[in-house]
């Protein structure tokens, strides 16, 4: 067994790990939300191109559930079923199975950025060496096939809220208001010049975000420059191309000093498309609409 808190050992780690032993998977989440699928997409898109199956039964505990996460799940191939009975469902279990030997993680974090890497939780992996990965994927069995779990319906959509409440996040909107008066003089080519500023780009997709990283040795290469942006680049070279152009003196006041950075040298964050609202990984808010350049 392995005791998983999101200290020393980050769920998000262990999850990707096991999802490359597996041909099949196995899920209860009493929610999902994007911010939580965000971060596992790619795994579980690789997963099932190279032939793996996944089941996923979720509830919609306190309605944080969202709309955009199921449909992002079941566009790439996953199985889901709704739990929809009356009494409570708050079951956090991944279970995996390869041969005949079944692994699973229990405990408390549901499909959330928080839930799998930055929040207090605390899961227990159960290695094939204990039967209890069998009684836990047994239940899992008994669940999905259970009056209770119902095939995803629109009927079923339409009880789910398009964007659940929005999770707390550090917010930094008065020292921003210092930041947003961008020099107007300065041509859109500057800020996409690699040379001075750190440039970070992201196709068109079908999800709901757009997910980004930035190294921790490059932005200690630029600084030795002076001053300069991160410019963020969504839906790069297409018609609805955005550029989001932070000061890095803003960013290494205001998000620097809460941010997570992953063992190796990055800063993860996401873009949520509809607002242009930036959530960094360890609960760190930002409006990139302040920043907006094109």
Same mark, same amino acid.
């Given at each position: 067994? !392995?005791?998983? #808190?999101?200290?020393?050992?980050?769920?998000?780690?262990?999850?990707?790990?096991?999802?490359?032993?597996?041909?099949?998977?196995?899920?209860?989440?009493?929610?999902?939300?994007?911010?939580?699928?965000?971060?596992? &997409? !790619?795994? &579980?898109?690789?997963?099932?191109?190279?032939?793996?199956? /996944?089941?996923?039964?979720?509830?919609?505990?306190?309605?944080?559930?969202?709309?955009?996460?199921?449909?992002?799940?079941?566009?790439?191939?996953?199985?889901?079923?709704?739990?929809?009975?009356?009494? +409570?469902?708050? /079951?956090?279990?991944? &279970?995996?199975?390869?041969? @005949?030997? /079944?692994?699973?993680? &229990?405990?408390?974090?549901?499909?959330?950025?928080?839930?799998?890497? +930055?929040?207090?939780?605390?899961?227990?992996?159960?290695?094939?060496?204990?039967?209890?990965? #069998?009684?836990?994927?047994?239940?899992?069995?008994?669940?999905? *096939?259970?009056? !209770?779990?119902? +095939?995803?319906?629109?009927?079923?959509?339409?009880?789910?809220?398009?964007?659940?409440?929005? *999770?707390?996040?550090?917010?930094?909107?008065?020292?921003?208001? %210092?930041?947003?008066?961008?020099?107007? *003089? +300065?041509?859109?080519?500057?800020?996409?010049? @690699?040379?001075?500023?750190?440039?970070?780009?992201?196709?068109?997709?079908?999800?709901?975000?757009?997910?980004?990283?930035?190294?921790?040795?490059?932005?200690?290469?630029?600084?030795?420059?002076? *001053?300069?942006?991160?410019?963020?680049?969504?839906?790069?070279?297409?018609?609805?191309?955005?550029?989001?152009?932070?000061?890095?003196?803003?960013?290494? #006041?205001?998000?620097?000093?809460?941010?997570?950075?992953?063992?190796?040298?990055?800063?993860?964050?996401?873009?949520?498309?509809?607002?242009?609202?930036?959530?960094? @990984? @360890?609960?760190?808010?930002?409006?990139? %609409?302040?920043?907006?350049?094109?």
């Amino acid at each position: 067994m !392995k005791f998983i #808190e999101n200290n020393s050992i980050r769920l998000i780690d262990e999850l990707e790990g096991l999802f490359s032993q597996s041909e099949e998977i196995f899920i209860c989440a009493a929610f999902i939300r994007e911010s939580g699928l965000n971060l596992l &997409i !790619k795994i &579980i898109e690789k997963f099932i191109q190279n032939g793996g199956a /996944i089941k996923i039964l979720f509830g919609n505990d306190f309605g944080l559930t969202e709309k955009d996460a199921i449909l992002t799940l079941m566009k790439i191939g996953s199985e889901l079923k709704y739990y929809q009975g009356d009494e +409570t469902f708050h /079951i956090k279990s991944y &279970i995996f199975k390869q041969d @005949h030997f /079944i692994s699973a993680i &229990i405990g408390s974090s549901n499909i959330s950025a928080s839930g799998l890497t +930055t929040g207090a939780e605390w899961n227990v992996l159960v290695t094939p060496e204990s039967d209890l990965g #069998e009684r836990i994927y047994d239940e899992f069995c008994r669940l999905w *096939e259970s009056k !209770k779990s119902i +095939t995803v319906t629109d009927e079923i959509l339409d009880k789910i809220k398009a964007k659940a409440p929005v *999770e707390t996040f550090k917010s930094f909107s008065q020292k921003e208001d %210092k930041y947003i008066k961008l020099d107007t *003089e +300065t041509n859109i080519a500057d800020y996409l010049d @690699h040379s001075k500023n750190y440039v970070v780009t992201r196709r068109p997709d079908y999800r709901t975000n757009w997910s980004f990283q930035i190294y921790d040795s490059k932005l200690k290469e630029y600084s030795k420059k002076g *001053e300069f942006y991160i410019a963020v680049i969504c839906d790069y070279q297409s018609p609805s191309q955005k550029v989001i152009a932070i000061p890095f003196k803003y960013f290494k #006041e205001n998000i620097l000093p809460s941010a997570y950075r992953d063992d190796r040298g990055r800063y993860l964050f996401e873009v949520i498309k509809r607002d242009l609202r930036f959530n960094w @990984h @360890h609960r760190v808010g930002m409006d990139g %609409k302040k920043f907006l350049v094109a």
